[in-house]
């Protein structure tokens, strides 16, 4: 169960207090009525789904019920940063890790290393 | 003594503390504190269970968690009978009853063992290839077949009788697992004053303390100075003692599921107490501790009864005081097993043989075995293990090949090293990595905020373990802001034990040939054999040689074969282990009840039940209920010699004759107040609400930015600034859920507050032509006269002296009301109105009712008649969009090409060519019976119901362009038969609607 920093409350709570609400930065637009089809397949229809960092919304609705915004890491679940709904995107620069992630898939010769580091384990008799 | 196999002086239990037991209806004797495995060992009995695929006879592998073999069932009435228990973990009470599985007519001469004979038949993959065709003999043979013949205890029949409980907790320092290594990350922690929990899954902590005769710490035998820094930190405010629990799974930002056995071991546990508690631990830091695990040698018919882990063999004698075996025989490729050996020996038991792989094995307790006089066989391997039911000989053989020699013995003692228990840190998400040097995974790459300490961090001797222990909880702690200590107590080990070494994968003995058996996995008989087959067969990945021959999937989540397993893939492959990989470790660490995780979500605790104020009153006037959503709702209400039918045309009659009574409350009611309420309103839906007047109500229509119907409901006007809306009951959290996202993300500017009021109002519908007679007595301050209060209107007063919003609707198509008062008021407001309703022949309906009489007015329902994929247009609604509105949640939607497209599904009515057939809701719709199948279907019948006041059945059906289809005839093909019908409106009575002001 993940924690999640509401930004309205200030304080990371349980999973179990937010539900999900799909994409964030998805603008309506304030024409509705007369944005073209494409404008509306995008709008309504496609979005990202990246393997990576989304931006997406979440509320906390077991709480404050407020919606607000979180930038999480699809790969390893990590949430970078929420934040207040109507906000810009966050800067990401020195939030995201160029380790790669704990749950990507790499082929086995990437996860073991021959060495691993570590200090060396005291052999019996030493002291 | 009556337990044979018992050494007197040995051992931590009290010999005076008896306790009885029962195995396969015999009974034994064994002693508190015992293990049913121990106990069973102490009388001789090696024998318990048969292998799932073969029934091979099987004994005890372990003297743990690890077990997979000595599965037994343990029965304490009829409805506890709990298979599959592992009986180096059950712990022994006064009166326990175990039984064997797997075996039929019995443990010593199984039908079944005929697999073991068979067993080409049953080699790796057996399910995928040798059951693939015919298809149908799956169904009908096999499966059943396998099931049978395979598979390991029986579920209980009955109902879980036990109750199981849950708790939650947080803490700084979470240590998991209470070996030394553990045992000082705990100390080292709780000085800090830090909240510390320590979990392990013994009854007493102490890990390899357990067995480990050599190890001392602060001048005490080791396992005592366990116990006493124990009792150290449970006499501490700050720590959390968990023993008996284990930690099955490790989740997201340390969260960790553990499961706590509070009764399995009791004898008579009181109905007080749950028999699981389940724990769920959000730690601020986790220090992993989880030790090490022997495995086996991989040698042919290394599964015979009395072959077992070495350091299995310690436990039983050094914690048990119960030996093995008279004439034991050790199989090796490192030290451990030779200190096995020497406790036995100074114990008085015959060691027949130390058979050790290795060349040149020394150190101490290589000379030791020596100085015992027990005979050493160097360079030589076990081929087989002779016996069925128990072993009874070891054949040696030189490593490269040779003479044969055979040895009798009546146990064997096995170690082919030690395997660090990575399972928890994997699960952390942290990367293991292969250290070549020892030739095993530790963890490398950590992925959350834990550390590793001791032998499941590949640290071997005991002092660096206590060392690694104590710093690691002593920075653990600082790091979760425990305060300073200075000269904390660090355990000092003053002598240990700990080893490295040992080979991976099959040993001489494992032979080539087809018919030898060395297993790898035991409790899914899978041998060397079979791994070498499935790469012979093409499978290169570890993940796909797993799923091929099952090897490590049975429920010990192969913590004694995966490692042999990689080895033999990787040396079959040509390849280094690194480069074949290993498998992921999944939860659970070991098996984890179904009680625990459903826990007290039971019966009538799985899911809330919303009552209703009325629910009481309809229960004693015999109504049946139905489940609609959370809610119960009166379905109908029977009287004496009435079913269903009988009493939902008695009430449809009534309703339009008289008047009825019916409970809305379960309507969702959402309070939309604020300056620019008509202006939140107009966007979130279809209709103008601008010029609605105060005190007059309007059917709203809510659609999704597609344009399609979301939900619908009746909202009225209370003031300039104030609506009542109404939603359906099944939407109402839903719309909620929309409008608050729309107010504060796309619309944050406008001045309006919502609140849920669906609970507060309770809601009695009056409907019917004596509507206003029933509710006029007592209604005060509101003028009811048509003029004054016409159709579609509502008015704030009183009735019955309480509050109402009275408002003048009908979901009937009758003159009708619904009153509102706060919920409290609910019951006393609908029995003086019953009171009432009586005197002018009104009745009580239901939902059943309710469904008619709106489906014989074509009112649809949002959910039944459509199905999201519907417009207003496509349900005739499309008047209840404002025409000049150039905003609406929706609006874009709802001109999309193939919205406006010709060939939508449009709502109508459908008339059975025999008025008393009742079609099927969700039966197709075809234009030619006669066509080929598969038919092109062009609609589908949503609603369907005999309706009494018609004097037939009546339909409503989406079809393909039904709107200009009015008078034609369809078919509806049913298997028994094909049924004629003709599209009309959706409206079947009163259809000038006269009748709302009759
Ligand atoms: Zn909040």
């Known amino acids: 169960m993940l924690l999640i920093r509401c930004p309205y409350c200030e304080e990371e709570r349980p999973e179990l207090e937010f539900r999900n609400a799909g994409e964030a930065h998805v603008a309506r637009s304030t024409d509705m009525a007369a944005i073209s089809d494409d404008d509306f397949e995008k709008f309504f229809f496609i979005r990202s789904n990246p393997k990576g960092i989304i931006f997406e919304r979440w509320r906390h609705i077991h709480g404050c019920a407020r919606f607000f915004n979180a930038a999480r890491d699809t790969v390893t679940d990590k949430f970078l940063v929420t934040y207040k709904a109507g906000e810009p995107k966050p800067d990401l620069e020195g939030l995201v890790s160029n380790e790669p992630a704990a749950y990507a898939n790499r082929p086995p010769d990437q996860l073991n290393v021959k060495k691993p580091r570590r200090a060396p384990a005291k052999k019996k008799g030493e002291a | 003594m009556a337990e044979p196999f018992r050494i007197s002086g040995a051992g931590r239990l009290t010999p005076a503390k008896t306790a009885r037991f029962t195995f396969d209806g015999k009974p034994f004797s064994g002693i508190e504190g015992d293990t049913l495995a121990s106990a069973l060992l102490a009388n001789g009995v090696h024998l318990v269970g048969r292998s799932f695929k073969y029934h091979r006879p099987r004994g005890f592998l372990s003297a743990g968690a690890e077990e997979p073999n000595a599965l037994v069932s343990i029965e304490r009435d009829a409805a506890r009978k709990t298979p599959n228990v592992r009986a180096t973990v059950q712990e022994l009470y006064d009166g326990l009853a175990a039984h064997s599985q797997n075996r039929w007519p019995s443990l010593s001469f199984d039908v079944g063992a005929v697999n073991d004979l068979a067993s080409p038949f049953f080699s790796a993959g057996f399910y995928y290839k040798t059951f693939m065709w015919p298809k149908a003999a799956w169904k009908n043979l096999y499966e059943p077949k396998i099931r049978a013949a395979a598979g390991l205890g029986v579920a209980p029949d009955q109902p879980d009788p ?202 101490p307790l290589i000379d030791e075995a020596r100085t015992l006089g027990i005979e050493l066989n160097l360079g030589r391997a076990v081929v087989k293990a002779r016996g069925n039911l128990r072993v009874s000989a070891m054949v040696v053989q030189p490593k ?77 702690a600082k790091e979760a802001g425990g305060k300073a200590v200075r000269g904390g107590a660090k355990p000092k080990a003053d002598a240990g034990e700990g080893w490295t070494g040992g080979m991976l994968g099959s040993a001489p003995g ?32 570890i993940e796909h040689v797993k799923r091929f021959t099952t090897n490590g999937m049975a429920t010990d989540q192969g913590k004694t074969s995966n490692m042999h397993g990689l080895a033999i893939a990787a040396e079959t492959l040509g390849k280094e282990i690194p480069e074949v990989g290993l498998t992921t470790f999944r939860a659970p660490y070991t098996p984890v009840t179904f009680g625990s995780i459903v826990n007290h979500a039971r019966g009538p605790l799985f899911d809330p039940t919303r009552r209703t104020a009325t629910h009481d009153w309809a229960e004693r006037q015999g109504a049946v209920f139905e489940d609609v959503g959370q809610w119960k709702r009166a379905w109908y209400f029977p009287r004496a010699g009435e079913d269903m039918h009988a009493a939902v045309n008695r009430e449809c009659v009534t309703v339009r004759k008289a008047a009825g009574l019916f409970d809305a409350s379960t309507l969702g009611k959402i309070e939309v107040v604020g300056p620019d309420a008509a202006k939140f309103m107009e966007l979130l839906y279809t209709n103008p609400w601008e010029k609605l007047g105060v005190g007059r109500c309007r059917y709203g229509v809510m659609l999704r930015e597609d344009g399609f119907i979301y939900d619908d409901g009746v909202v009225g006007r209370l003031a300039a600034d104030r609506f009542h809306v109404t939603t359906t009951t099944g939407g109402a959290a839903r719309v909620m859920n929309m409008m608050e996202d729309y107010l504060q993300t796309e619309f944050p500017g406008l001045n309006v507050w919502l609140t849920s009021t669906s609970e507060q109002w309770a809601v009695i519908a009056v409907q019917g032509p004596k509507s206003r007679d029933i509710i006029a007595p007592f209604v005060e301050g509101i003028d009811l006269a048509d003029e004054a209060l016409p159709h579609m209107s509502v008015r704030e007063g009183k009735i019955c002296g309480v509050p109402t919003r009275l408002f003048r609707m009908s979901f009937s198509g009758e003159r009708g009301f619904e009153v509102n008062v706060p919920a409290d008021y609910g019951l006393a407001v609908w029995e003086a109105l019953w009171a009432e309703g009586q005197k002018h022949g009104a009745c009580a309906y239901g939902t059943e009712t309710m469904h008619v009489l709106r489906a014989e007015k074509g009112y649809i329902i949002v959910g039944q008649d459509t199905d999201g994929t519907v417009t207003p247009a496509d349900a005739g609604l499309d008047w209840a969009i404002g025409k000049k ?17 010709p060939g939508r599904k449009q709502l109508v009515g459908l008339k059975t060519k025999d008025p008393k057939t009742v079609l099927e809701e969700g039966a197709q719709v075809v234009a030619n019976p006669n066509q080929p199948i598969p038919m092109k279907m062009i609609g589908h019948v949503t609603s369907s119901y005999w309706s009494e006041n018609c004097g037939r059945s009546i339909a409503l059906a989406l079809v393909v362009d039904g709107h200009s289809r009015m008078g034609e005839t369809l078919f509806v093909p049913m298997p028994s038969g094909v049924i004629e019908v003709e599209i009309c409106s959706a409206v079947f009575f009163d259809e000038k609607g006269g009748r709302l002001n009759g």
């Open chain 2, 400 to 476: 490269n090949g040779g003479a044969e020699r055979t040895i009798p013995v009546d146990a064997l003692l096995m170690s082919s090293g030690w395997t660090p228990s990575v399972h928890l840190f994997s699960q952390s998400r942290g990367k293991v990595a292969f250290d070549d040097a020892t030739r095993r995974f530790l963890p490398g790459a950590y992925a959350q905020d834990c550390v590793s300490v001791g032998a499941c961090n590949g640290t071997d001797s005991l002092e660096a373990s206590l060392d690694e222990g104590y710093a690691a909880g002593a920075k653990a």
């Open chain 2, 162 to 363: 036990d109750h199981y409980s849950s708790r939650f907790a947080h803490c700084e320092v979470l240590v998991l697992g209470g070996g030394a290594s553990g045992i000082a990350a705990a100390l080292a922690a709780a000085e800090t004053g830090v909240r510390v929990i320590l979990a392990d899954e013994q009854s007493e902590l102490g890990g390899a303390l357990r067995f480990e005769s050599g190890s001392r710490v602060d001048g005490q035998d080791g396992f005592a100075w366990a116990q006493g820094a124990v009792a150290k930190l449970a006499a501490m405010d700050n720590v959390r003692l968990l023993p008996r629990t284990t930690a099955f799974g490790y989740y997201a930002q340390n969260f960790v599921g553990l499961t706590e056995r509070v009764t399995d071991h009791l004898a008579a546990p009181g109905h007080d107490l749950p028999r699981e508690r389940l724990w769920q631990i959000r730690a601020k830091k986790v220090v992993i501790a989880t030790g090490a695990i022997e495995r086996q040698m991989v040698f042919a018919d290394n599964d015979r009864p009395g072959v077992m882990l070495a350091s299995a063999a310690r436990a039983y004698l050094n914690h048990y005081g119960v030996a093995v075996g008279r004439q034991v025989g050790v199989y090796t490729a490192n030290d451990s097993a030779y200190a096995a050996a020497i406790d036995l020996k100074k114990a008085g038991v015959n060691i027949a043989a130390i058979v050790d792989l290795r060349d040149n094995p020394s150190g």
């Open chain 2, 510 to 541: 494992a032979g080539a040939g087809t018919t030898v058996k060395a297993f790898v996995d035991f409790q899914n008989d899978v041998t060397a054999k079979d791994i070498r087959q499935a790469v012979h067969e093409g499978m290169r990945s």
């Open chain 2, 885 to 901: 509105k150039t905003d609406f949640v929706g609006i874009r939607g709802l001109s999309r090409p193939d919205l406006v497209a």
